[in-house]
């Protein structure tokens, strides 16, 4: 055994239940694992500020994985087929392997690489690891994509033999000498001047063994109520787990095992639906994968061609203030702050915040989907987009146009208490929770007994809601025609 492969980590930052790991052990080669850092190339995105801070972690945890196995990561940066060349020239290895990715300048690249490898006589073998069904394999009785979610999950139960998730290997064989690596801090992935990245500190594990520890406890804690809580952001009802399996650092089949187990042992009798509810989400992350599969364009075009003319508003002032969480609506203003502290945020919030910037602002949906890019933990192109195009009404399956949230009602239905909103506007928390959502109704005397001066202590709301839905439906009827 002296020939080597290359076991090429991109999004699956795992060692556990990683079909091309598996494949490189199962070739019996020496293996050497890479990770390049490859976001200047020409197309590639770059990876948004909070997204980078992950990767620091979820490498470093990798490669102490991967050293406790008696193996490395080497750590390139470059375009990739440059590095590639350059570390098959250095090592002699004869084959390469990695789990696809489907960011379309992702399928782009790799399919050149593949074929030029060919070329050179290296075997270059692709893996199934970050979704339970390979998008190309769910389709429509007449061979067409999906663009509604409900067939789609009923496709995919139909479909559902999930098998079960490989072990995480003891050992991986080393190569007879290790070829140079960079240095992660040589990357400067994390932020120093400012250090703005303490609220993710405190929040979050990246690695495998974080998201592990995050399954376990949403396992006990969160599976059994999820249905009943998922929508309450006062409440940490949710799994977390979205910036871990952005990073591939738990895969779906290994969640959906996991869920399958509880079942099995009869640990969700008479809650069946709360864990059915999970799994449903799990795959609508399946069905914005499918959709940016099948309609490339989907982080920058809406879906819905009419969308094109759609008369947005420009507007720097509205946008920097709903960037800061300073509109005045305080679920709003909550939702981003959490999001700017902890480099995430409750989905029922998400769904609130997006939907004031492309109604009550107006401003179109690509400018919130560029800052949730840059500033998510779990920043993820198909979920990201698919997202925001169902907030905006221009996507598949989308919430339609004019459906607006009222950030009052929505504040007073999901966070009745005032909890949430206390937490991340503290300057409010004087305030009982039935004036908590709508400060601005309250007379002098009262904002004055909570310490609270609107314009000063705590913005005026920048728009009128209701004078803001009738401009948002005046502009949609302008594309209904
Ligand atoms: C405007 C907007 C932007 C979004 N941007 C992203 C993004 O960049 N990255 C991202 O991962 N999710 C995004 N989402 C989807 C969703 O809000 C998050 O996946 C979810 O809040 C993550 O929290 P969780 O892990 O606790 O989810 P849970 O409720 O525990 O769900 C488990 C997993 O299912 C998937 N999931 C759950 N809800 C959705 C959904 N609505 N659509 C697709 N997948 C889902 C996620 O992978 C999640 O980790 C966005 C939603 C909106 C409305």
Same mark, same amino acid.
């Given at each position: 055994?002296?020939?080597?492969?290359?076991?090429?980590?991109?999004?699956?930052?795992?060692?556990?239940?990683?079909?091309?790991?598996?494949?490189?052990?199962?070739?019996?080669?020496?293996?050497?694992?890479?990770?390049?850092?490859?976001?200047?190339?020409?197309?590639?995105?770059?990876?948004?500020?909070?997204?980078?801070?992950?990767?620091?972690?979820?490498?470093?945890?990798?490669?102490?994985?991967?050293?406790?196995?008696? $193996? *490395? &990561?080497?750590? !390139?940066?470059?375009? /990739?087929?440059?590095?590639?060349? #350059? =570390? %098959?020239? +250095?090592?002699?290895?004869?084959?390469?392997?990695?789990?696809?990715?489907?960011?379309?300048?992702?399928?782009?690249?790799?399919?050149?690489?593949? $074929? *030029? &490898?060919?070329? !050179?006589?290296?075997? /270059?073998?692709?893996?199934?690891? #970050? =979704? %339970?069904? +390979?998008?190309?394999?769910?389709?429509?009785?007449?061979?067409?994509?999906?663009?509604?979610?409900?067939?789609?999950?009923?496709?995919?139960?139909?479909?559902?033999?999930?098998?079960?998730?490989?072990? /995480?290997?003891?050992?991986?064989? #080393?190569?007879?000498?290790?070829?140079?690596?960079?240095?992660?801090?040589?990357?400067?992935?994390?932020?120093?001047?400012?250090?703005?990245?303490?609220?993710?500190?405190?929040?979050?594990?990246?690695?495998?063994?974080?998201?592990?520890?995050?399954?376990?406890?949403?396992?006990?804690?969160?599976?059994?109520?999820?249905?009943?809580?998922?929508?309450?952001?006062?409440?940490?009802?949710?799994?977390?787990?979205?910036?871990?399996?952005?990073?591939?650092?738990?895969?779906?089949?290994?969640?959906?095992?996991?869920?399958?187990?509880?079942?099995?042992?009869?640990?969700?009798?008479?809650?069946?639906?709360?864990?059915?509810?999970?799994?449903?989400?799990?795959?609508?992350?399946?069905?914005?994968?499918?959709?940016?599969?099948?309609?490339?364009?989907?982080?920058?075009?809406?879906?819905?061609?009419?969308?094109?003319?759609?008369?947005?508003?420009?507007?720097?002032?509205?946008?920097?203030?709903?960037?800061?969480?300073?509109?005045?609506?305080?679920?709003?203003?909550?939702?981003?702050?959490?999001?700017?502290?902890?480099?995430?945020?409750?989905?029922?919030?998400?769904?609130?915040?997006?939907?004031?910037?492309?109604?009550?602002?107006?401003?179109?949906?690509?400018?919130?989907?560029?800052?949730?890019?840059?500033?998510?933990?779990?920043?993820?192109?198909?979920?990201?987009?698919?997202?925001?195009?169902?907030?905006?009404?221009?996507?598949?399956?989308?919430?339609?146009?004019?459906?607006?949230?009222?950030?009052?009602?929505?504040?007073?239905?999901?966070?009745?208490?005032?909890?949430?909103?206390?937490?991340?506007?503290?300057?409010?928390?004087?305030?009982?929770?039935?004036?908590?959502?709508?400060?601005?109704?309250?007379?002098?005397?009262?904002?004055?007994?909570?310490?609270?001066?609107?314009?000063?202590?705590?913005?005026?709301?920048?728009?009128?809601?209701?004078?803001?839905?009738?401009?948002?439906?005046?502009?949609?009827?302008?594309?209904?025609?």
């Amino acid at each position: 055994m002296s020939d080597a492969v290359i076991l090429w980590f991109r999004q699956d930052l795992r060692i556990a239940d990683n079909p091309a790991l598996d494949a490189a052990l199962q070739s019996r080669k020496r293996i050497i694992p890479l990770f390049i850092l490859d976001d200047d190339s020409d197309g590639m995105r770059r990876l948004g500020a909070a997204s980078r801070w992950w990767l620091h972690g979820g490498l470093a945890a990798l490669a102490k994985s991967l050293e406790k196995c008696g $193996s *490395r &990561l080497i750590l !390139r940066r470059g375009p /990739a087929d440059a590095v590639i060349d #350059a =570390l %098959l020239d +250095e090592t002699g290895a004869t084959a390469i392997v990695w789990n696809r990715c489907y960011e379309p300048e992702a399928i782009a690249r790799d399919r050149a690489l593949k $074929s *030029r &490898l060919k070329e !050179r006589g290296i075997a /270059a073998c692709s893996h199934q690891a #970050a =979704l %339970l069904f +390979e998008p190309w394999t769910v389709k429509t009785q007449n061979g067409e994509p999906y663009r509604v979610y409900t067939p789609f999950w009923k496709a995919c139960k139909a479909k559902a033999d999930i098998a079960p998730p490989l072990p /995480a290997p003891e050992s991986l064989p #080393a190569p007879a000498a290790w070829p140079t690596s960079e240095t992660l801090e040589d990357w400067h992935l994390r932020p120093t001047q400012p250090d703005w990245a303490g609220g993710l500190r405190e929040t979050w594990r990246p690695g495998e063994h974080g998201a592990q520890e995050r399954l376990a406890a949403f396992l006990e804690e969160g599976l059994g109520t999820y249905a009943d809580r998922r929508n309450r952001p006062d409440i940490a009802g949710t799994s977390r787990l979205s910036p871990h399996l952005h990073w591939g650092e738990i895969g779906p089949r290994q969640i959906w095992a996991a869920v399958e187990a509880r079942r099995a042992a009869g640990d969700l009798a008479g809650r069946e639906k709360q864990a059915e509810t999970f799994l449903k989400e799990v795959v609508w992350r399946e069905f914005s994968y499918h959709l940016l599969y099948h309609f490339p364009t989907l982080p920058e075009s809406p879906l819905n061609p009419r969308f094109a003319a759609f008369p947005w508003g420009e507007d720097e002032k509205a946008l920097a203030a709903w960037q800061a969480g300073r509109t005045g609506y305080p679920i709003v203003d909550a939702g981003m702050r959490q999001l700017w502290h902890t480099g995430w945020l409750h989905n029922r919030v998400r769904m609130i915040v997006a939907s004031f910037l492309v109604k009550d602002l107006m401003l179109p949906w690509q400018a919130g989907e560029a800052w949730f890019w840059d500033t998510l933990v779990d920043a993820d192109l198909a979920n990201n987009a698919a997202s925001w195009q169902w907030v905006a009404g221009c996507g598949a399956d989308a919430a339609p146009y004019f459906r607006i949230f009222n950030p009052v009602l929505q504040g007073e239905k999901f966070d009745p208490d005032g909890t949430y909103v206390r937490h991340w506007v503290p300057e409010l928390a004087g305030l009982p929770a039935t004036d908590i959502h709508k400060p601005w109704t309250l007379p002098a005397d009262r904002l004055d007994k909570a310490g609270i001066r609107l314009g000063e202590t705590y913005p005026a709301p920048i728009v009128d809601h209701h004078a803001a839905r009738h401009r948002a439906l005046a502009a949609f009827e302008t594309i209904k025609a």
